[in-house]
């Protein structure tokens, strides 16, 4: 890339920026429903959805539902402007239970024929035992579910690109104030961009 191209794509990312931080500021006060689901054994998935939960509760106007996803209903998803989900790594990706649910779109819930779940904002979190044994393919395999049924991804960017992430085992056990920062600022970034999309679907539909 030139100079010039460089310059001209700084601009460009400068100026889309500012509409996105300017219809933030826009974003309605009320009426953001968030669904985080996870599924959890021994604790520590569900610590980090409590994060999750916490950042999109610091958003303001936001209904946060937190659930299990064996306990998730057909309503909740469909009345979710976001969805967040999270799973710990089994064998290198999501557990079973967690794929279930998302087959259950298709299976139980018969989203995805006319892909009702279509335009909602998602994001994704995963702890794993391992420091680097499958958590990023975990969030990327929940992301690119969220993508065959036409939702809209995100993540927090930065150090935790794909969404939230913790390291559980002998390493680094449990869940740290930075992880659990991670998984705040999750909650939070999804929260505004379902806020924004919400503000724009609004006015096209
Ligand atoms: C059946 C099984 C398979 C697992 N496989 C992996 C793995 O491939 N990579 C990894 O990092 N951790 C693995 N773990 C560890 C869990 O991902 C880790 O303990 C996680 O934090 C558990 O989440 P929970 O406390 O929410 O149940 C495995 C655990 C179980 C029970």
């Not at 009320?30 to 998935?45: E, F, H, K, Q, R």
Request: hydrophobic content about 45%; aromatic content about 6%; overall charge neutral.
């Amino acid at each position: 890339m030139n100079r010039r191209e460089l310059l001209r794509d700084v601009s460009i990312a400068t100026a889309a920026a500012s509409l996105v931080s300017s219809a933030q500021a826009q974003v309605p006060a009320a009426g953001i429903n968030v669904l985080i689901a996870y599924y959890s054994v021994t604790g520590n998935t569900e610590k980090m959805a409590q994060g999750v939960a916490e950042g999109a509760k610091t958003v303001s106007g936001t209904s946060v539902v937190l659930k299990r996803v064996g306990e998730v209903t057909a309503e909740d998803l469909l009345s979710s402007d976001a969805v967040i989900i999270g799973s710990p790594v089994y064998f290198g990706n999501m557990a079973g239970e967690v794929k279930t649910f998302f087959d259950n779109w298709l299976l139980k819930f018969d989203f995805f024929r006319e892909f009702k779940m279509r335009n909602k904002v998602g994001g994704a979190f995963a702890t794993g035992g391992s420091i680097s044994n499958g958590k990023e393919i975990t969030m990327m395999a929940i992301l690119e579910a969220m993508l065959i049924n036409k939702m809209i991804i995100t993540s927090a960017g930065g150090t935790f690109g794909f969404g939230a992430s913790a390291t559980t085992g002998p390493d680094s056990p449990g869940i740290d104030e930075k992880e659990l920062a991670a998984a705040r600022d999750l909650g939070k970034r999804v929260t505004e961009v379902a806020g924004v999309n919400k503000r724009g679907l609004a006015q096209v539909q």
